[in-house]
């Protein structure tokens, strides 16, 4: 009977138990699954915002420049559009930017001139403000291209031009609500909104 017991506990203590080194282990990659579900749920949110920020950013610069070209057009107006100029200049995107600012924009800008200087009755009305701001892209300081341009200085100046050309025009169709029902009302309203949409987003990414 004693030796059986014995053999029973030989037996009992022969039977594997997890070590400390495995438990570290586990334990280890679990954290590591948290954190690396932590770090996906970031990318994700992050990827998020810079996607729509990007892509307001582009809407709101061909409602810009959709607003130049119908002023210059059939959206005759006496409120200072040429400050569509400098919000395109702010709130362009950084690729076509920097194809503007490049030999694309010179070449561009050196057409427009020699078209204005020499061959006056072949360059349209219209095509004035563009090529003011192509001349403007081109030539521009580093300052005003490089420094306001990323900073919050340039983002305000595209908040008070928004406000600016909204405020004329619901004042100009005689209210907010005839702002909507008169011919083009609907899509100058909605772009003016899309000038206001940007910087307002922006800003507010700005300063959280």
Request: charged share 15%; hydrophobic share 50%; aromatic share 12%.
């Given at each position: 009977?004693?030796?059986?017991?014995?053999?029973?506990?030989?037996?009992?203590?022969?039977?594997?138990?997890?070590?400390?080194?495995?438990?570290?282990?586990?334990?280890?990659?679990?954290?590591?699954?948290?954190?690396?579900k932590?770090?996906?749920?970031?990318a994700?949110?992050?990827?998020?915002?810079?996607?729509?920020?990007?892509?307001?950013?582009?809407?709101?610069?061909?409602?810009?420049?959709?607003?130049?070209?119908?002023?210059?057009?059939?959206w005759?107006?006496?409120?200072?559009?040429?400050?569509?100029?400098?919000?395109?200049?702010f709130?362009?995107?950084?690729?076509?930017?920097?194809?503007?600012?490049?030999?694309?924009?010179?070449?561009?800008?050196?057409?427009?001139?020699?078209?204005?200087?020499?061959?006056?009755?072949?360059?349209?009305?219209?095509?004035?403000?563009?090529?003011?701001?192509?001349?403007?892209?081109?030539?521009?300081?580093?300052?005003?291209?490089?420094?306001?341009?990323?900073?919050?200085?340039?983002?305000?100046?595209?908040?008070?031009?928004?406000?600016?050309?909204?405020?004329?025009?619901?004042?100009?169709?005689?209210?907010?609500?005839?702002?909507?029902?008169?011919?083009?009302?609907?899509?100058?309203?909605?772009?003016?909104?899309?000038?206001?949409v940007?910087?307002?987003?922006?800003?507010?990414?700005?300063?959280?």
């Amino acid at each position: 009977m004693g030796r059986s017991m014995e053999y029973l506990a030989m037996k009992t203590d022969q039977v594997p138990r997890p070590s400390s080194a495995e438990e570290l282990l586990s334990s280890d990659l679990q954290e590591l699954r948290i954190a690396a579900k932590k770090l996906a749920n970031d990318a994700i949110k992050l990827g998020g915002v810079g996607f729509g920020t990007g892509f307001i950013k582009w809407m709101a610069s061909f409602a810009a420049i959709y607003l130049l070209i119908l002023d210059r057009t059939n959206w005759k107006t006496n409120m200072l559009t040429s400050l569509l100029v400098p919000y395109i200049f702010f709130s362009l995107p950084h690729g076509i930017f920097g194809m503007l600012r490049g030999e694309v924009g010179k070449w561009i800008a050196f057409v427009a001139v020699v078209l204005k200087l020499f061959f006056p009755r072949h360059f349209p009305d219209w095509l004035e403000m563009p090529g003011s701001l192509i001349l403007l892209l081109t030539v521009a300081p580093g300052f005003f291209a490089v420094t306001l341009r990323g900073n919050w200085i340039g983002i305000m100046i595209c908040l008070v031009t928004g406000c600016y050309l909204l405020q004329e025009h619901i004042r100009a169709t005689g209210g907010f609500r005839n702002s909507f029902t008169q011919s083009h009302g609907i899509s100058n309203t909605m772009g003016i909104i899309l000038l206001l949409v940007y910087p307002v987003w922006a800003l507010v990414l700005h300063f959280l």
